[in-house]
Each structure stands twice: as structure tokens, then as C-alpha cells.
């Protein structure tokens, strides 16, 4: 697998406790770090055992380097996307890939125009797990889908209690922080989204943000020549004794997944059918993050496709832009 060299941008907390050594495990080299604090960059670099710091994302995208891993608040993806890919990067961007549609599809138009892999580093419709839920419904094994659930109700850890929860901050609030990923489980085990309702809530005391902090959805889902599906999830920042899960249920039997939503690849999934349940045997031994190095190092081999494309985390965009607006508005968003 090549080696692939790497420059990061943003000092975050995802690079650090996940995605650096993810790099390093997939092969790849960290060259070095921009950040938009001299100081933070110099620390991140040290403790990461990384040569070059920048404050200037221009330095950054003249170094001798591949790809970028954008890991920056969710307002400044777009911006440095673009502007690694004018520079003949490939780019690996954090979800949500940007703040509007219209942002995201430039994206998305600019790597296909440079012949540049863009991908979402959704981590979850990478699992095993959840490759094993598509290929059961893809074989027919719980027979026509007609509804999904996702729990994915968290307590936000401290430390990450920061831009997430201020409403003055661009692209903060649950639904874009969380509701994203579940779309990025969704849309490709469910078919196309076609409608949104939501409502959102801020609960937690400690949330001074001001922005909402729990929210429910529910999607409408459709595929060619089938019964419409309907998907409903729950995301939270507010719930701390919860197991995470996805329930799919069928005109033949239900999949549930337990511990479905997390950032390690541990989980049990569970087939019900007449027959009676069975526990399915999944290999849940790679790291989530290290699955997406590996098959974003293939997509720029050309022998591979990323875990989730730029397209993917449009799509996953759009879903998260409909609940916050329906949130928003109380009506149903529909998705064109
Ligand atoms: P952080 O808050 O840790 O970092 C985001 C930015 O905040 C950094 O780029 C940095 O700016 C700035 N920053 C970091 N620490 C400080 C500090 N002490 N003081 C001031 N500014 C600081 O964000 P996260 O790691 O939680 O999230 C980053 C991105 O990753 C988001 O887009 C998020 O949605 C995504 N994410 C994805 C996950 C996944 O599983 N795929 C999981 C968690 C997050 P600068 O750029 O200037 O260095």
C-alpha cells in the first residue's frame, strides 16, 4: 500500500486521540501540522512527533505532501478543502463536510474536476458491523425493509464542550455533530431521503451554548418499485448511562445491532427471525479510523473507494440540513 504523506489541518482532538495514529497505522506519514495558533501547532507537533508547523495554510499546501486531513470547527472545511484541492491535494475532511449544500457539492465538483479523491471520514458505515447489516439486507435476509432505528444518545465528554455548543459558532448544535453520522449509516443501507421532520431541545444544564443538545428525526426513505422506509433516530449529548444501537426491521426479521454508534468497532448483532435469534459472528478487530486510512489509501491507488466518498458526505449533509431546519421550522424538510 503506498505510503501516503500527510499534512494535518487543525490541532483537534479527533486527529490526536484517533486519526494520527491511523495514518501511522495505514502506512502514512503526519509531515506536519497547521493551526491557527503558533503555539498550539508547535505543542500538537511535539506531542505528536511531527516536523513542520505552520500558521499558514498556503506553507502547508506547499510541502511535499499528498493529502490533507482537515479536522479544523465545521465553518472552516470548506474553505481549506477547496483550497487543498486547487493546490492538487487529495482530501480527507471531517463530517459535515461543509455548512451548506452548496458548499459541499463545489467540493465534491472540484475533486471530480482535479481527478482528486474527497472523502467524509465518517467512521461508522465502515464497521464491520454495519457492512454486515447491508449485505443481509442486500441478500434479502430480514425481506423487505420497512423501518430503522437509531440510538445514538451520548454524554458529551467535557473536554469537547466547547464550539460544539455555542450558538454564535457556525455549524454547532447536535444534529450536524451527530444526526450526520447516522445519515452516513442510513442512506446507503436505506435507499434515497426524501423527507425530514425533526424536533430539537438544549436540556443540559451545563449547556450555556445556547444551541440544541438533544434532538429526534424521523426520515422517509425510498427505493425503486418498494414501500417507502421509514428511519427515526435519537442524538444526544445529554445521556450518560446508554447503550448506542440500530434496529432494522423487515418483512422477515429484525437486526439489531448493539453498541452500533461508537468510535471503537465492538458490537453485537443480533438476527430474529421465525426461526427464532441468532448472534452473527462479525470480525470487529480493526479500529474504525484505521479501516478509513486504509480505504482512502486505496482510493488514491485507484484499486479501492473510500469508506465514505465526497458524494456520500454530501448526502449525509443534506439529511442533517433537513432536520435542522424542520427542527427549526416545525414542518417537514423535503429533500430534492
Ligand atoms: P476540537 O475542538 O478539538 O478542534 C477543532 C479546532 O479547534 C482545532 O482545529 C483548533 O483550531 C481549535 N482548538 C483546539 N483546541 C483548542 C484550544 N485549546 N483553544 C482554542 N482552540 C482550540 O474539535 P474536535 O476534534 O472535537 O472536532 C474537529 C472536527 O472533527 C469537527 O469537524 C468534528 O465534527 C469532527 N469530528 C469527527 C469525529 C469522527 O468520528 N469522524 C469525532 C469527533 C469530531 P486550529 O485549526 O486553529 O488548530
Known sequence: MTALKWGLIGASDIAATRVIGAIRASGGDAVGIYSGSGDRARDFAASHEMPNVTTALDELLGWDIDAVYISSTNDKHFDQAIRALRAGKHVLCEKPLALSVEEARAMVDLAEQRDLILAANHHLPGSPLHAKVRELVNAG????????????????????????????????????????????????????????????????????????????????????????????????????????????????????????????????????????????????????????????????????????????????????????????????????
Not at 454524554?155 to 464550539?163: I, K, N, S, T, Y
Not at 465514505?308 to 448526502?315: P, R, T, V, Y
Open 141 to 336: 435476509t430480514i425481506g423487505t425493509v420497512l423501518s430503522a432505528k437509531v440510538a445514538h444518545a451520548v454524554l458529551l465528554p467535557e473536554r469537547l464542550r466547547g464550539w460544539r455548543l455555542g450558538q454564535g459558532t457556525p455549524g454547532s448544535g447536535v444534529i450536524l455533530d451527530i444526526t450526520c453520522h447516522d445519515a452516513s449509516v442510513l442512506n446507503p443501507l436505506l435507499g434515497t431521503p426524501v423527507a425530514v421532520s425533526a424536533v430539537a431541545v438544549q436540556q443540559a444544564a451545563w449547556n450555556t451554548g445556547g444551541q440544541e443538545d438533544a434532538a429526534m428525526t424521523v426520515i422517509r426513505y425510498e427505493r425503486d418499485g418498494q414501500a417507502p422506509v421509514l428511519a427515526q433516530t435519537h442524538d444526544s449529548f445529554t445521556v450518560g448511562y446508554a447503550k448506542t444501537s440500530l434496529e432494522v426491521h423487515g418483512t422477515a426479521g429484525t437486526l439489531i445491532v448493539t453498541d452500533a454508534m461508537t468510535q471503537e468497532t465492538e458490537g453485537q448483532l443480533v438476527l430474529t427471525t421465525e426461526s427464532g435469534s441468532q448472534t452473527i459472528d462479525v470480525d470487529c478487530s480493526d479500529d474504525l479510523y484505521v479501516i478509513n486510512l486504509r480505504a482512502f489509501t486505496s482510493a488514491v491507488e485507484g484499486t479501492g473507494i473510500p469508506t465514505a466518498s465526497g458524494k456520500d458526505g454530501l448526502l449525509a449533509l443534506k439529511v442533517a440540513l433537513a432536520a435542522q431546519e424542520s427542527a427549526l421550522s416545525g414542518c417537514t424538510v423535503h429533500i430534492n
